[in-house]
C-alpha cells in the first residue's frame, strides 16, 4: 500500500470511527431516557399512558415495564457492539499512523 493510500486509509477508518462516536453518543442518550423513565414507573400509581404517535394512550403498567426492561437490554448490547468496533477501528487508526510515521521518517533519511 502507497504512502497515500495509506493516508486515504487513515482518513476514512478516522471517518468511521467518527460515526462509530455520534451512533454510540445517541444510544447513551435513548439509555439515559429509558433509564429515566423505568424510575418513573416505579415511582407512579396504577395508571400509566404511554405516547403512540400524536396520541397517549392508557398502558398497563407491568407491560410497559418489561417493554423498557427489553429497550434497556437492547441498547446496552448496541452500545458494547459499537464499544467493540469503536476499539477495532482505533487499533486499525493507530497501526497505520505508526506505518505512516515510520514510512515518512525512512523516506526523510534518503
Known amino acids: 500500500m502507497s504512502y497515500e493510500q495509506k493516508i486515504q486509509e487513515m482518513q476514512m477508518i478516522d471517518q468511521s470511527l467518527q460515526n462509530v462516536l455520534l451512533q454510540k453518543q445517541a444510544f447513551h442518550m435513548e439509555l439515559s431516557e ?3 423513565a423505568l424510575k418513573e414507573i416505579s ?3 396504577d395508571e400509566i399512558f404511554k405516547i403512540v404517535g ?3 394512550i392508557k398502558s398497563d403498567k407491568n407491560k410497559v415495564r418489561e417493554e423498557l426492561e427489553n ?3 437492547l441498547l446496552n448490547l448496541r452500545i ?3 464499544e467493540k468496533q469503536e476499539s477495532t477501528l ?3 487508526l493507530e497501526k497505520l499512523r ?3 510515521i515510520a514510512e515518512r521518517q525512512s523516506t526523510r533519511k534518503k
Open 34 to 36: 429509558t433509564e429515566a
Open 43 to 45: 415511582s407512579a400509581g
Open 54 to 56: 400524536h396520541l397517549m
Open 71 to 73: 429497550k434497556e437490554k
Open 80 to 82: 458494547k457492539t459499537l
Open 90 to 92: 482505533a487499533e486499525k
Open 98 to 100: 505508526d506505518d505512516v
